[in-house]
């Protein structure tokens, strides 16, 4: 079990890498979906099912066909390299990992490995997330899909042909 | 796991059950291809293949060689690692809702009591839906690999018609979610045991398809335009886009997709014999072997029903146009399916008062 | 049992290598899927955590934050669309005419 949470962070880092470094925007795209799929492993390991497959069908199975179907339809191909400065490559690059271990170790520090053990295993079924979902949470629940209802109009609207 | 002993057992079974699974469904896709060819020569007053072995039988075969030793076409500007991976992903998730299914009820060796299905999750009905979601980019990425026109709109047409089409499926079910209360797969056909009677004599048999007939519908025309067959097979139909998405692959990676549609075909007749028709739930007698090996035998024949059906409507409907078939989807299935929603919650509610 | 602090980690590397995306690349699609890629990040802090402290909330504002998501990666791609269209272009040096 342990094991197999390593290898999908190896892999999901991998991919994340694979994301930032393609010139193709469709095998960044490819990418990001392996990202998805193993960190859907990752929610089923944590056992969080429902949020498992949430992620798999909304985030990898629509959000990312949106993103795909875009690329195809503007046929965007192979970035060119930047003309900006060389500078900006030689000192960013150290600043990004910097902030990485800095981060990192303000993580470890706060949640040593020995002191933070799990809450026994807690029901996470849809039945629970539901019962949550429309009983403490049915406000945002409704605010969300008025959300999503103006998004779809706006999303018709910018991207129609003016005629 | 409490031992690894115990853990070693349950992936070894798993493994056997995965691999029986496979074979016997890598034989019957082969041989459902050869009933669709029989079935719509005679719909078309034809024989259909009867040269090889008697009655075609051996067709399913020579086809396999065919496809294993005929010349891999790639044409010069294609897009190498996509191209390759469209084929292999279609196969991969075409077989792997499989994995959730349940073929039949349980029986008991040596003490275990071993299920006729590989894993029961309890989300089993969301990772089939999972599995379906991902397998738009298959086809969305083999129209796009092959760096051409035909293919381009087939891959477009085809991903576009399956997204608005996956969400007409996901609606359609909720009714029985709400009969059933659970999304294991087998949770829902134990659900549909039992008879309604009338006066003492058992009438009907408890399924789902007449609690509800219109989820049914909703479910089983979503899931002919997910599978891309007639009448929702325009991003394939050879009169209207060449080969649609699968114009530029040969032999083996064309075999690929073609099993990928067949076994899409299986996966979907299941899942509609589980929700609708009470799955391995029949006639049940003798002792408890027997009784096990009946209930796969019910299922399979339901499900074969429904693949017998699949091919009766391929050689019969015309095709729709795409934006009538667009219209249809969004314009009529949605609403319907919303409508059966809130009915069957309104009488639900009401009963349960 | 894997400690908290290295799904943590996980969600830290995920995130700064999405941030680092959103400021290196060019292509408009690509920083927008690095934005994606840090959402993520985020979203398995939240359910680290819920698993940790015992309590569903934190799956349900990652429920939530993926809801959020698609409805900004529509209207994000709508946008794309149009800029598209009027520019010509999807590098995102070409979409400057407001600087100083």
Avoid at chain 1, 9 to 24: D, G, P, S
Avoid at chain 2, 125 to 142: D, M
Avoid at chain 2, 227 to 251: A, I, K, M, Q
Wanted: proline fraction near 4%.
């Amino acid at each position: 079990m342990t094991a197999l949470f390593y290898i999908c962070a190896t892999v999901a880092v991998l991919a994340a890498l694979n994301v930032i470094v393609q010139r193709t925007p469709v095998y960044s795209a490819l990418s990001l979906i392996v990202v998805l799929c193993s960190l859907a492993v990752v929610y089923l390991l944590l056992g969080a099912e429902f949020m498992a497959v949430i992620q798999v069908i909304v985030y990898a199975g629509a959000i990312m066909v949106l993103f795909v179907l875009v690329i195809m339809l503007l046929n965007a191909g192979r970035e060119v390299p930047s003309h900006r400065s060389r500078l900006a490559h030689w000192v960013g690059a150290p600043l990004v990992a910097a902030f990485l271990i800095e981060v990192l170790i303000v993580v470890w520090r706060q949640f040593p490995a020995a002191t933070t053990s799990p809450a026994p295993a807690l029901d996470a079924g849809p039945t629970a997330i539901g019962h949550l979902l429309f009983r403490n949470y049915v406000l945002p629940f409704e605010v969300t899909s008025i959300l999503i209802l103006v998004a779809v109009l706006g999303a018709v609207v910018l991207a129609k042909k003016e005629f | 796991m409490a031992t690894s002993s115990e853990a070693g057992l349950f992936l070894l079974l798993a493994l056997a059950k995965s691999a029986v699974v496979l074979v016997i469904l890598l034989t019957s896709i082969a041989y459902i291809v050869w009933v669709e060819r029989k079935v719509v020569a005679r719909i078309q007053s034809r024989w259909g293949p009867y040269l090889v072995g008697p009655h075609g039988l051996l067709q399913p075969i020579a086809d396999a060689l065919k496809f294993l030793f005929k010349e891999d076409i790639v044409p010069l500007e294609v897009d190498r690692v996509v191209y390759w991976l469209a084929p292999f992903l279609t196969f991969t998730l075409a077989f792997l809702s499989i994995a959730v299914i349940p073929f039949g009820g349980t029986f008991a060796f040596r003490g275990h009591p071993i299920a006729f299905q590989i894993t029961d999750l309890n989300v089993g009905l969301l990772f089939v839906f999972a599995v379906t979601s991902l397998g738009v980019y298959s086809i969305a990425l083999a129209g796009w690999s092959a760096n051409s026109k035909y293919p381009l709109f087939g891959g477009l047409r085809s991903s576009a018609q399956m997204i608005s089409y996956e969400l007409s499926l996901g609606l359609g079910v909720v009714g029985v979610l709400m009969i059933a209360g659970t999304l294991s797969l087998r949770g829902i056909v134990e659900g549909q045991q039992g008879f309604w009677h009338i006066g003492g004599l058992p009438i009907l048999p408890r399924w789902n398809v007449f609690l509800q007939p219109v989820g049914f519908l909703i479910y089983f025309t979503a899931a002919v335009a997910e599978t891309n067959r007639v009448p929702f097979d325009l991003p394939e139909g050879e009169t209207e886009l060449v080969g649609g998405f699968h114009t530029e692959y040969s032999s083996f990676k064309f075999a690929m997709f073609f099993m990928a549609e067949y076994a899409n075909m299986v996966t979907v007749s299941c899942l509609a014999t589980l929700l609708f028709f009470g799955g391995w739930l029949g006639p049940a007698f003798g002792p408890a072997p027997v009784r096990a090996l009946l209930s796969v035998f019910w299922f399979c024949l339901k499900v074969f029903g429904f693949l017998f059906f699949y091919i009766w409507m391929r050689g019969t409907l015309p095709r729709f146009r795409y934006d009538q078939l667009m219209a249809f989807g969004w314009k009529f299935l949605v609403p319907l399916a919303l409508l059966n929603i809130l009915v069957t919650s309104f009488v639900i509610a009401w009963l349960s008062a | 049992m894997v400690p908290l602090s290295h799904y943590l980690a996980l969600s830290v590397i995920l995130f700064v290598l999405g941030a680092a995306g959103f400021v290196i690349r060019r292509n408009i699609v690509t920083i927008f899927m690095c934005i994606e890629l840090m959402l993520n990040a985020a979203n398995l802090a939240f359910v680290a955590f819920s698993r940790h402290l015992g309590n569903l909330d934190g799956q349900i504002f990652a429920f939530f934050v993926i809801v959020v998501a698609a409805a900004e990666a529509a209207v994000g791609l709508a946008i794309i669309i149009a800029i598209y269209r009027n520019r010509g272009s999807l590098n995102i040096e070409d979409v400057d005419s407001m600087k100083l």
